[in-house]
């Protein structure tokens, strides 16, 4: 009986052999995959402590993650920014192919905190006030952008991104450059083209890449000419005074 | 000559015992054999090797030398217990099955038919006396009952030799008169049955042959009349004699060399006498 | 009965047997009303939509499916150590497993009836557990659906009826919910091995338990054997020995990346499947080595 034990040992050691070079390479196959990109390093076993490390390591990410999620919420509830992004960052860290924790994290800071912050009863002097909406909307960008980077293979948080950058940072050429990216996704909106243009048209020294691309949309018919597309259009016609006779649009104030 | 039912040729097992040097010899060089048709004791006291020396013949723990044969064929193999039926001692059967449903697993362990188990099924219920218990669960069966399906599953298969582990142990009079009396049916029916058990009344009984272990090894074996019976005494039990006729056999025997040892009556046994006022019919 | 009993003739293998053990063991398990947790795991999953009820309803349908398939997982990797880590010692002790092995039983078809019996069970276990998950999400969705019929206008809704089917019910949890079941049947094939030179079921889970839970993190150990260059002996002997002996349990730990959406390639789910199946088939058999040989 122990003579057996022994050999079933050996066979082990000889099975695990055989399956390591398998096994090193369906890692690197899962994490082409983006499987087991989660970042369970020593600064997130601080955050989540010592049960939670414990269950994300033995295939419970997801819970631990779904738990922290709601904890972070309950901040919400006290406007403790400061916790919820702790939780946030656990999170994405246990979970970063979830776009939902990504656009979300990225929400409440870059629109909810930011805003509180501006509107700080506590905070008298309006260029700290500033500073710290700022600093949110700079937070909200970390996460879209870490979140593009864990997930390069979607065009949610390129989409969630560009508007970051149009609503807040009111930066149109970054936002024109991000809703491109969406756009190359066979599966993103069917707006987001548009968005591409109507960002460029407003991006210093693009305007006529912006025209010439609004006026090929608008010649494509009626199902393009939406009223945002002619607006613009109409606009870049007079900024790059585009001949009388090539104008394709005319606005309802120049009509007699 | 026919093939032995059982045959054990310099059967030795030893046990090492873990991280100890020292071993532990369960049998020593045992040989015996079991003709077919017989009905053997294997007797000894605890640790004697009893148990071991079953479990090779069964094929459940594998010897350290020596061989152990079923009808000629290697007991180590698993063909040869197509032959076997087994009951162990204080056996339990899985509880949440019935008596019929027990016979059945049995069954088709042993490889036979849906419709050959139902018709063996109903024979050895009816053979164990189990016929109306065969739809209860055995979680309701007494001590006798369950060494009664216990009977009927080392049966099912029609085996031609029967290993049963002590089994009347625990089992009141009236069930244990059963189960002996199974026991010389299948021995008209042609089947060796190997018997092991601590109640020697009831081997001296059955058994035709008995082989007695110590410490591993066959110390005595033979046939009951070879071993037990006292050769130069005679016993003679008289129904109706007068008292003439015994003054006339004590005047013979004062004339002889013969001694007369004891007169008395004879008595029945306490199981007998027991089975008689609780009703139980004879046999 | 009538003549003397005859010779009879002995099937090397038998489906029969192996059938008949299997549906016992699988009977036998039942009987040990293991799908009482069904309830807990009923109670879980709609409970958990009482702490998300103020969240959006992506939020919702994330938290249903995370806490579905993370209750599937630990209940049947409980289910599979549980059930299996009695299996041996139970029959063993009341000696069935003498009346059974004293048949023209092998040792073999012993062994695979038994743990046929609990990967029945697993699967009886799991799919019903789907069932459950399916019908709570389905119920989810639709009232998502009448909500958004209700309050999002009309040039919206379907934009809105869309969303609510992408955040809903995603083919890939399928091989996901395949894998989950697959990782449990390693850990029972795993546990079947470990009971069979174990000296007690307790011993038998406790170390189930510590395999599982270094099984998650071999990856690390055996990169770290590989890489190493400068490591001691010693530490370079231990870290072998872990990277060889114990599973890579997070090779078929894919399901939290799964769940919120990340599809597995064809390929990779047949080469994982592959890796979990061979395993399975390894650990039944290195402890059918050991059983073959075991005194009873």
């Excluded at chain 1, 052999?17 to 082409?32: G, N, S, T």
């Excluded at chain 1, 076993?45 to 309950?74: C, N, P, T, Y």
């Excluded at chain 2, 037990?228 to 004062?254: F, K, M, R, W, Y």
Aim: proline share 4%; aromatic share 10%.
């Amino acid at each position: 009986m122990n003579r057996r034990v022994v050999i079933a040992i050996l066979a082990l050691l000889v099975f695990g052999v055989v399956r390591m070079p398998f096994e090193a390479h369906l890692e690197k196959e899962h994490k082409a995959a983006y499987f087991h990109g989660a970042n369970l390093d020593l600064s997130l076993r601080e955050k989540i402590g010592q049960m939670g490390f414990l269950a994300a390591l033995s295939g419970f990410r997801a819970l631990v993650a779904d738990f922290l999620w709601i904890h972070a919420h309950a901040f919400w509830e006290r406007t403790e920014w400061g916790g919820m992004k702790v939780d946030f960052d656990a999170v994405t860290a246990l979970q970063p192919r979830c776009l939902l924790f990504w656009s979300q994290a990225a929400w409440h800071m870059a629109f909810n905190a930011s805003v509180a912050a501006l509107e700080d009863p506590k905070q008298p002097r309006e260029a700290l006030r500033i500073k710290a909406q700022r600093e949110y909307w700079k937070l909200g960008e970390d996460y879209l952008l870490r979140g593009i980077a864990n997930n390069p293979d979607v065009y949610n948080l390129y989409g969630d991104l560009a508007f970051l950058y149009r609503e807040k940072f009111k930066d149109h050429c970054k936002a024109s450059e991000m809703f491109a990216k969406s756009a190359k996704f066979p599966d993103s909106p069917v707006y987001t083209h548009r968005f591409v243009l109507y960002e460029l048209a407003q991006c210093p020294g693009h305007e006529r890449e912006a025209y010439e691309g609004l006026l090929k949309l608008y010649k494509v018919g009626e199902s393009e000419r939406l009223p945002t597309l002619l607006k613009h259009l109409g606009e870049l016609q007079e900024k790059l005074n585009v001949p009388a006779d090539q104008k394709v649009y005319i606005p309802p104030a120049a009509n007699p | 000559m026919s093939t032995p039912a059982i045959s054990i040729q310099n059967l030795t097992k030893i046990y090492p015992i873990p991280f100890k040097r020292e071993k532990v010899t369960a049998v020593q060089d045992l040989s015996l054999t079991v003709e077919p048709g017989q009905v053997y004791g294997l007797l000894g006291p605890n640790g004697s090797g009893k148990s071991t020396t079953m479990k090779i013949v069964l094929g459940l723990v594998s010897p350290t030398s020596g061989r152990t044969e079923i009808f000629g064929r290697d007991s180590t193999t698993v063909e040869s217990r197509e032959d076997v039926g087994f009951l162990p001692e204080n056996p339990y059967f899985y509880k949440y099955l019935t008596g019929q449903e027990t016979l059945r697993f049995y069954g088709k362990l042993c490889g036979l038919s849906s419709a050959k188990i139902r018709d063996r099924s109903k024979e050895l219920l009816k053979l164990v006396g189990l016929e109306n218990a065969a739809d209860r669960r055995l979680a309701g069966y007494s001590k006798g009952m369950l060494q009664r399906i216990g009977l009927a599953q080392a049966m099912i298969q029609e085996p031609r030799l029967l290993v049963l582990d002590e089994p009347t142990a625990g089992v009141d009079p009236a069930g244990s008169r059963e189960i002996r009396d199974l026991i010389l049916d299948f021995k008209k029916r042609g089947i060796t049955v190997l018997l092991c058990s601590h109640l020697l009344e009831q081997v001296q009984e059955i058994c035709d042959r008995v082989g007695i272990l110590n410490h591993g090894a066959l110390i005595r074996e033979g046939t009951l009349d070879e071993l037990i019976s006292i050769q130069d005494q005679t016993e003679l039990i008289l129904e109706n004699a007068t008292p003439e006729l015994l003054a006339d056999i004590h005047a013979l025997l004062g004339k002889s060399s013969a001694r007369l040892i004891e007169e008395r009556k004879p008595q029945k046994t306490l199981e007998r006498y027991f089975l008689d006022v609780t009703g139980t019919p004879q046999p | 009965m009538t003549a003397t009993p005859t010779a009879t003739q002995h099937k090397a293998f038998s489906l029969a047997r192996i059938s008949a053990i299997a549906s016992n063991t699988l009977l036998e398990l039942i009987r040990l009303k293991v799908f009482y947790f069904m309830l807990l795991f009923a109670l879980l999953i709609i409970g958990s939509s009482f702490f998300t009820s103020k969240f959006t309803f992506q939020e919702q349908f994330q938290v249903l499916k995370d806490v579905s398939l993370g209750a599937m997982s630990i209940f049947t990797w409980l289910l599979a150590v549980l059930a299996t880590a009695m299996l041996l010692p139970k029959d063993i002790e009341d000696r069935t497993l003498y009346t059974i092995l004293a048949k023209p039983v092998p040792r073999f078809e012993y062994l695979l009836g038994k743990f046929i019996g609990v990967l029945l069970l697993l699967f009886i276990a799991i799919s019903l557990m789907s069932a459950v998950f399916v019908v709570v999400l389905y119920t989810r969705e639709q009232d998502a659906i009448a909500n958004a019929a209700r309050y999002v206008p009309d040039n919206a809704y379907s934009d809105q009826v869309k969303s609510i089917h992408a955040a809903c019910f995603n083919s890939n949890l399928v091989p996901g919910i395949a894998i989950i079941y697959l990782k449990s049947a390693l850990c029972a094939a795993l546990t079947l091995l470990l009971s069979t030179f174990a000296s007690s079921w307790i011993f038998t889970i406790i170390t189930s338990v510590v395999v599982y839970l270094i099984g998650h993190i071999q990856p690390i150990a055996r990169q770290a054997y590989l890489d190493s260059a400068t490591t001691s002996h010693l530490t370079k002997v231990f870290l072998a020995v872990v990277a060889l002996i114990i599973p890579d349990l997070t090779s078929l730990s894919l399901v939290d990346d799964i769940v919120v959406g990340n599809a597995i390639p064809m390929l990779i789910f047949v080469k994982t499947a592959g890796l979990g199946v061979t395993y399975i088939c390894v650990y039944f058999f290195v402890g059918y080595l050991v059983f073959s040989g075991k005194e009873l």
